[in-house]
C-alpha cells in the first residue's frame, strides 16, 4: 500500500511540476533561465524516500522534461542530470543520522535543494559541452549555473516543502499498534 502511495505522489508532483516548468515558469525567467521544478520535485523526493527510488523517479522525470516543448536540446540530458540529482542527494541525506528517517528540517532541505540545482545543472551544461550543444556558449555556463541555483533555491522555499508534505502524508487512518499479549497469570484454584 505504501509503494502505490508512493508511485501516486510521485506521479502528481511530477506532472505538476512539469506543466507548471514549460507553460508558467518560462513567463518568470531571469536571462533566459528558469527556475527547475521537477529538479526540486527530485530533491524533495529523494529526501523522504530511498536513493532507489529517486534515482528511478529522476530518470523518469527528466525523460519527460527532455520530450517536453520545447525541447531545444539532445534528448537524454535532463535525464542524466536528475538521475545523477536523485542518487547523490538521495544518499546523502539517508548517510546523514540528522535526516535519515524523519522529515528534514527547512534549512536541510534548502540546503539539498541548492545542492542539487548545482549538480543538475552543472551535469547538464558539461554533457551541452560535451555534446557541442550550441543554445549557451562555454564562457557562460558558469554564469547559467549560478543563476538556475538562485532561482532554483528561491523557488525551493514552497515547492521542497510542499512536496515532500506530499510524500510523507498519510493516506487513511493511521496503522494501529499491535500490542503483544502476554500470558496470562496462572489462574489458582482453590480446592474446597
Do not use: I
Amino acid at each position: 500500500m505504501r509503494d502505490s502511495s508512493r508511485l501516486v505522489a510521485a506521479l502528481v508532483a511530477t506532472v505538476t511540476a512539469l506543466l507548471l516548468q514549460v507553460t508558467v515558469m518560462p513567463h518568470l525567467a531571469y536571462d533566459g533561465v528558469v527556475a527547475d521544478l521537477v529538479l526540486l520535485v527530485v530533491v524533495a523526493a529523494a529526501l523522504v524516500t530511498d536513493a532507489r527510488f529517486a534515482t528511478l523517479l529522476g530518470f523518469g522525470a527528466g525523460l519527460l522534461l527532455d520530450l517536453a516543448p520545447p525541447g531545444d536540446h539532445v534528448a537524454g540530458r535532463w535525464a542524466l542530470a536528475l538521475m545523477v540529482v536523485g542518487y547523490v542527494v538521495g544518499r546523502l541525506a539517508h548517510d546523514h543520522p540528522s535526516v535519515a528517517d524523519r522529515r528534514p528540517a527547512l534549512p536541510v532541505m534548502l540546503a539539498a535543494a541548492a545542492g542539487g540545482s548545482f549538480v543538475g545543472s552543472s551535469v547538464f551544461a558539461l554533457t551541452g559541452v560535451l555534446l557541442s550543444d550550441p543554445s549557451v556558449p562555454f564562457a557562460d555556463q558558469l554564469g547559467v549555473v549560478l543563476t538556475a541555483l538562485a532561482l532554483d533555491a528561491v523557488v525551493a522555499l514552497v515547492v521542497v516543502p510542499l512536496t515532500v508534505w506530499l510524500f510523507t502524508r498519510r493516506s487513511g487512518p493511521p496503522p494501529t499498534q499491535v500490542t503483544p499479549r502476554l500470558p496470562l497469570p496462572a489462574r489458582r484454584t482453590v480446592v474446597r
